[in-house]
T-cell receptor, first 114, second 113 residues
Framework: ETGVTQSPTHLIKTRGQQVTLRCSSQ?????VSWYQQALGQGPQFIFQ???????GRGNFPPRFSGLQFPNYSSELNVNALELDDSALYLC?????????????FGQGTRLTVV | EDKVVQSPLSLVVHEGDTVTLNCSYE??????LLWYKQEKKAPTFLFML????IEKKSGRLSSILDKKELFSILNITATQTGDSAVYLC?????????????FGQGTRLTINP
């Protein structure tokens, strides 16, 4: 089990609402990435946070936004929820160095939009 | 656009069989290839490969990357029911300074007793 924790584990929201998902990174890790995994698909990169700034974004609209806090934990916010936003949202923490270090994933938040 | 295709999408075998999972790609300028096992929610890290032709081994699992033919394989020998999971391959690429993982769609492996 990794030291990455996500909350909540499950969530049901209505179309048009807003949602905030939370991620605590593993000790010693300063980078958090968020991924969306639709049923039967591989995870898709949403964005990454390093030193409290977004530095890299996938093909997701601006209604997907995030934050990183001084303790390296992070939030993913999604506004104006759509049915297609129903998915497993995973965060991954890693330690940025001059080379890639493995990313550890949290258990995910299962979001259902009805 | 970067593309990662895993095959087969689904595989059912008996305990003790050997399986080979494939990951083919059209990805430019990747740093590494990773394999993950996803049982319920969190993908768990298995291997990282950076060089072509070098086999990585961990117990019954092994993997190799072929940068010339643009594929990687994950082998599992003497399979056990605990190996049942979705196996994901992912490429590490740099986008706007961020290290991003580009995943395949996964292979769902089921091991029957």
């Amino acid at each position: 089990e990794t030291g990455v924790t996500q909350s909540p584990t499950h969530l049901i929201k209505t179309r048009g609402q807003q949602v905030t998902l939370r991620c605590s990174s593993q000790s010693g890790h300063n980078t958090v990435s968020w991924y969306q995994q639709a049923l039967g698909q591989g995870p898709q990169f949403i964005f990454q946070y390093y030193r409290e700034e977004e530095n890299g974004r996938g093909n997701f609209p601006p209604r997907f936004s995030g934050l990183q806090f001084p303790n390296y934990s992070s939030e993913l916010n999604v506004n104006a929820l759509e049915l297609d936003d129903s998915a497993l949202y995973l965060c991954a923490s890693s330690r940025r160095m001059g080379y890639f270090t493995e990313a550890f994933f949290g258990q995910g938040t299962r979001l259902t939009v009805v | 656009e970067d593309k990662v295709v895993q095959s087969p999408l689904s595989l059912v075998v008996h305990e003790g069989d050997t399986v080979t999972l494939n990951c083919s790609y059209e990805v430019t300028n990747f740093r590494s290839l990773l394999w993950y096992k996803q049982e319920k929610k969190a993908p768990t890290f298995l291997f990282m490969l950076t060089s072509s032709g070098i086999e990585k081994k961990s117990g019954r699992l092994s993997s190799i990357l072929d940068k010339k033919e643009l594929f990687s394989i994950l082998n599992i020998t003497a399979t056990q029911t605990g190996d049942s999971a979705v196996y994901l391959c992912a490429f590490v690429i740099i986008i706007q300074g961020a290290q991003k993982l580009v995943f395949g769609q996964g292979t769902r492996l089921t091991i029957n007793p």
